[in-house]
């Protein structure tokens, strides 16, 4: 990665939430992974008497994540990351990837994931138990279900098909009407 070509990849918050500059922005994919909404979140969208749910990347060789990579300036690049390694403190750590554009521009990526030894990580549940845990959980940042609703719209918005995050997404709705 050249000073002046340092790329975030980003496929939660981030997509529709970076509260960062940058340069430019690029609809990109990673393959092998996927994401899911397996980590904890005690300090954003839940307590740590009662955490939320929010996203993380699982290494998963048959699946492919599609997000948004941003370029940042060289100049602004450590403050971001200063930044941005406080937003995800809650058991993520940052991680080379390659992202693809659909142009099939490779770019070589930093991506923040919370892999399954971090100490909020919550792993999979049933369905039902995953959407009544967004549902119901509330922290500094708001409540767990806004996360997953603009998450939803974001990819919407992409014209990402991501059927785990959708099929929470109806679950969740349904709860809540």
Not at 92 to 112: G, H, K, M
Not at 114 to 122: V, W
């Amino acid at each position: 990665m050249s000073a002046q070509d340092i790329w975030i990849f980003g496929y939660g918050s981030l997509i529709w939430r970076p509260d960062f500059d940058y340069l430019e922005r690029q609809t990109a994919s990673v393959a092998g992974w996927t994401r899911r909404f397996w980590q904890g979140s005690h300090d954003h969208r839940g307590t740590p008497d009662e955490p939320g749910r929010v996203v993380t990347l699982i290494e998963d060789s048959t699946q492919t994540c599609t997000g948004v990579a941003y370029r940042l300036s060289a100049d602004a690049a450590h403050k971001i990351f200063d930044a941005l390694d406080h937003r995800e403190k809650n058991g993520y750590e940052r991680l080379e990837l390659c992202a693809t554009t659909p142009t099939q521009r490779q770019l070589n990526t930093i991506t923040y994931v919370a892999t399954p030894d971090n100490f909020a990580y919550l792993g999979p549940a049933p369905l039902a138990a995953l959407s009544a845990q967004i549902a119901n959980s509330i922290g500094p940042s708001g409540p767990n279900t806004e996360y997953l609703f603009e998450l939803a719209d974001a990819l919407r918005t992409l014209e990402v098909d991501d059927a785990h995050v959708f099929e929470l997404e109806q679950q969740v709705r349904t709860l809540l009407s």
